[in-house]
């Protein structure tokens, strides 16, 4: 299974940015799928988070101007980013809990992208 990032960039303040992630691969099902971000010098922290059904969990800095969708037919999840701040600038990664079947075992995992970066600066 690969999970592969795109759409990161360079960005005024107030600007849009928005960021696509793939998952690829021997997949059963993804259950959530969710955004994440590393600005330098920090941990890693949720930014957000999108179910199978399709229930959407934020951080509370990103809320009202950031939104999470998915499309199970393409195994894709996207954060559509407005409103962008110089704190938003960070490596953002991707993590899909994909569930496989081995040998009749239905094992779930956390993949992760390699991230894109986002920077927002005047």
């Known amino acids: 299974v690969e999970v592969e990032e795109s759409g990161g960039g360079f960005v005024q303040p107030g600007g849009s940015l928005r960021l696509s992630c793939a998952a690829s691969g021997s997949i059963f099902s993804i259950n959530a799928m969710g955004w994440f971000r590393q600005a330098p010098g920090k941990q890693r922290e949720l930014v957000a988070v999108i179910t199978s059904g399709g229930s959407t969990n934020y951080t509370d800095s990103v809320k009202g101007r950031f939104t999470i969708s998915r499309d199970n037919a393409k195994n894709t999840v996207y954060l559509q980013m407005d409103s962008l701040k110089p704190e938003d600038t960070a490596v953002y990664h991707c993590?899909?809990?994909?569930?496989?079947?081995?040998?009749?075992?239905?094992?779930?995992?956390?993949?992760w992208g390699q991230g894109t970066q986002v920077t927002v600066s005047s």
């Open positions: 993590k899909a809990d994909v569930a496989t079947v081995l040998g009749g075992t239905v094992i779930i995992y956390d993949y």
